[in-house]
């Protein structure tokens, strides 16, 4: 079941498991913090796309009664451990993974079939930042195998009428999620904001998108990870319940 350098944590939900491997690619609090703001209605038809590890397949999988959630990878080596995690959490039912990049979902899904679509896409655009020697973390962090625009796009196409949209992101990349959002009708209607500590930047954005939705852009309260002493806020520990392994 487990390679070098893996390890199994216990998610402590539902009796889940995840493998990971520290030296490849762990799952982070952004990750814990989209599954945690998306909302999913009973016998929902789901897609996470980029789904890493496959944490928010499954969060979802022991949070909600979603019918079907669908998971997109394009790195094989981190699929197959993602595989191998729903495997031994026997997720088959209603958990599904494909192995590709999310520019080609046509091959594998319909037209506006989902209710809801996730993202945690990469943070940096094409030719920013230092690039990492892990190709793992390149991949995950730059936009080397799809833009943000790609992603988008690929959640309005997928998404249904109403559909809804889910993605963490930097704030100082809003602009860009703002025109992309309308370009391919899905409306911003809900910001949160991630703080590392009070009275600091924030270094994160929850957005909520419908698609063709219309009206207003609630800014909720902010989010703060951690509290002046460095300890986890309430929220935080609301929100992770007793989940405190696995690269927090």
Not at 35 to 50: P, Q, S, T, Y
Not at 74 to 102: H, W, Y
Not at 164 to 191: D, G
Request: aromatic share 8%; charged share 25%.
């Amino acid at each position: 079941m487990l390679k070098e350098g893996e390890r199994i944590d216990d998610l402590q939900l539902k009796n889940l498991k995840i493998i990971q491997n520290p030296k490849g690619f762990c799952f982070g609090v952004d990750a814990v913090l989209l599954a945690n703001f998306a909302e999913v209605k009973n016998n929902a038809k789901v897609l996470d796309m980029g789904t890493g590890t496959g944490i928010i397949p499954l969060i979802l999988y022991g949070k909600t009664k979603a019918k079907i959630i669908h998971a997109m990878e394009i790195q094989k080596e981190v699929a197959e451990m993602c595989l191998r995690s729903f495997n031994m959490n026997n997720t088959e039912d209603r958990i599904k993974l494909v192995t590709d990049s999310i520019l080609n979902w046509q091959s594998y899904y319909k037209k506006h079939e989902m209710d809801v679509v996730l993202c945690n896409p990469p943070y940096k655009a094409i030719n920013s930042g230092i690039l990492n020697n892990n190709d793992y973390k390149t991949i995950s962090r730059h936009e080397n195998s799809a833009t943000l625009e790609d992603f988008i796009s690929t959640a309005s196409n997928l998404l249904n009428s109403k559909g809804k949209f889910f993605m963490i992101h930097r704030p100082h990349r809003l602009a860009e999620i703002f025109e992309y959002c309308t370009k391919y009708r899905l409306a911003v209607k809900k910001l949160v904001f991630v703080h590392g500590k009070p009275n600091k930047k924030p270094n994160m954005v929850l957005v909520k998108a419908i698609k063709e939705g219309k009206g207003e852009v609630l800014v909720d309260a902010p989010l703060y990870v951690h509290n002046e002493d460095g300890t986890y806020t309430q929220k935080i520990h609301e929100i992770y319940g007793e989940m405190w392994t696995g690269g927090f």
